[in-house]
């Protein structure tokens, strides 16, 4: 097994085939009896609900071998999505990993499953996943295999990644709270805009796709843009020269403020078929500033980026 701090995740969605991950033969219950459970290896199905079997009520973590595969995860998953945590007692990496899968499924409330693989005690399971390096996390929702993740991630992340997998599974998700990103809002909302930078700045320093802190950053930015200013004078200088692009570009911060993002990025649009060069990038990189503000799911911002497009090419 490669060093897991080095070694990057080589999933892709459906490149193993699930069905194949059956044990070879179906130990008798007098020889399971006889020779007992592998070291180290969780009981077999015949445990009982505790190992997460369709019918019972499944456990928050399980215990995932080579023999019970098949019913604890490919069976469970029909019904319950499983989150497979690849690890080993040598491995410091999993150490930080783990316990906040297990916070997680236990916070899940029966939502979904973690489900624990010993690689050293599963190689064979290990391999036929392609674990090239651990910590790693891989799901099945349904029977399929779905793209994870390999080494140690906020908890954050790790958090996210939990939901789209719930989501996949056709679970009804709640947004969860973040403390982190509430404290830099009520910075935000109360002035304090150099807290809030840190703030938001810190949180996309720990989750650089955070999409809430990066639209948390555009308006602290765009706050301190219109610091000081007189928005009707603004709106009239702008009004009175077209050509001004200081002046568009200030007068769409206030509209943007005053509730009128669509006609602010039509002002921009505008402004980006009348310039070229340097100040043309200039006009249409305050533009997606406020795109930015707004976040990616905006029908007015698809909608001007379109224009965008358009304006540019």
């Not at 928005?231 to 007068?251: C, E, G, N, S, T």
């Not at 060069?277 to 909608?303: I, N, Q």
Request: proline residues 8%.
């Amino acid at each position: 097994m490669s060093d897991p701090r080095t070694t990057p995740s080589i999933f892709t969605r459906g490149a193993v085939d699930l069905g194949a991950l059956r044990p070879a033969s179906k130990p008798t219950p007098s020889a399971q009896a006889a020779s007992g459970p592998a070291s180290g290896a969780a009981a077999t199905p015949a445990a009982g609900p505790a190992t997460g079997i369709p019918g019972g009520s499944p456990a928050a973590v399980i215990d995932v071998t080579e023999e019970n595969f098949q019913t604890t995860v490919l069976q469970l998953s029909m019904t319950t999505p499983v989150i497979l945590d690849f690890w080993a007692d040598w491995c410091e990496p999993c150490k930080q990993l783990s316990p906040i899968l297990e916070k997680l499924a236990a916070e899940g409330g029966g939502s979904w499953v973690l489900g624990k693989v010993d690689v050293d005690a599963n190689p064979r399971l290990a391999q036929a996943l392609r674990v090239q390096g651990i910590p790693m996390v891989v799901a099945v929702v349904g029977g399929q295999l779905v793209e994870g993740f390999t080494g140690v991630l906020p908890e954050a992340e790790v958090r996210r990644y939990v939901d789209a997998v719930l989501k996949a599974g056709g679970v009804q998700v709640a947004p969860a709270e973040d403390p982190r990103m509430d404290a830099a809002d009520d910075a935000l909302m109360s002035g304090d805009l150099d807290e809030a930078e840190a703030a938001y700045r810190k949180i996309l320093a720990e989750s650089p796709q955070d999409r809430a802190a990066e639209s948390g950053l555009a308006q602290v930015e765009l706050y301190r843009r219109i610091e000081g200013v007189d928005p009707a004078a603004v709106l009239a200088k702008a009004a009175a020269d077209p050509d001004d692009l200081d002046a568009q570009r200030l007068a769409a911060d206030i509209e943007v403020l005053s509730g009128q993002a669509p006609e602010a990025y039509e002002r921009l649009v505008a402004a980006v078929k009348r310039s070229a060069g340097e100040e043309r990038d200039a006009v249409r990189k305050h533009l997606l500033s406020l795109f930015t503000v707004a976040g990616p799911d905006d029908p007015a911002v698809a909608s001007a980026r379109r224009a965008l497009a358009r304006a540019l090419f």
